[in-house]
């Protein structure tokens, strides 16, 4: 079961706010064992003055933390899951046997895991590297020329349905804008992506931003110390996610009204 981590330290929490609670503490306790309404009315006021301080100084503290950070939404996610203590505990210590040996630190990990999946194509298309045999098959089951196909343009209306129909998910690219955000702000984003995928389409030219892909590695079975016992997974921006639904449809939309189905 999932446990809320809350961590120790907050860095909001300044030698001169410490003062300030362990003051107003004493206070309390005083306030408890009086009954003079000035002690009480006191001690009211100075809780209300103290409760300023803090928000003050959160806000502070986070506004520093997003204007040093390289990504504003990103920070301000975890700012959030902080406050909340959604935030997850932290990972176990991770060894991984590579050919340089036993690896600890986190950066040669990293590296590690970049060179193995960047060759983990090159093995699978040495399986299967007669693609002119393929090709060959290809043009024996339809041998007659079938149409080009034409890229209707894209509507604001189609692009909202599409993002619409987005898994709510909280996950997101190197962006780090979820679906869940997409959502929201739907109608608003609609103009721009829509001109962004009809030029795509004109130019017949997939944006290069839209390729971009954190790579994690996911653990399958087997010792996780072998690097062969994990698998990658793509997180891609949503914008990407929602071109290629807009090209699919396309593509379906030409099979049926085309004679391949027929053949």
Known sequence: ?????????????????RILCQ???????????????????YYKKYSVILKKVIIDAKKGYYDKQRELSSNDVRTTWNIIKNITGRTRPTVAKMEINSDAG?????????????????????????????VSKALQSLKKSYPE????????????????????????????????????????????????????????LATKVFPDRFKYAIIRPIYKK???????????????????????TIMLNRLYQYLQTSEILAL
């Open 1 to 17: 079961m999932f446990k809320s981590y809350r961590p120790k330290h907050n860095g909001w929490i300044t030698k001169g706010i």
């Open 23 to 41: 003051r107003k503490r004493d206070l309390y306790s005083i306030y408890r064992h009086s009954n003079s309404p000035k002690v009480k009315e």
């Open 102 to 130: 036993m690896l600890t630190n986190i950066n040669d990990i990293s590296k590690a895991f970049n060179i193995y999946f960047a060759n983990i194509d090159e093995d699978l298309n040495s399986n299967f590297s007669d």
């Open 145 to 200: 020329s079938t149409s080009k196909i034409k890229l209707i343009p894209i509507t604001e209306i189609e692009v909202i349905e599409i993002i619409t129909s987005l898994k709510n998910k909280n996950s997101s690219g190197y962006d780090g804008i979820p679906n869940n955000i997409l959502k929201h702000c739907a109608n608003e984003i609609s103009k721009p992506l829509t001109s962004t995928f009809n030029l795509s």
């Open 222 to 244: 087997g010792d996780k110390s072998i690097m062969t016992n994990y698998r990658p997974i793509s997180l891609l921006i949503s914008c990407s996610k929602i071109l290629e």
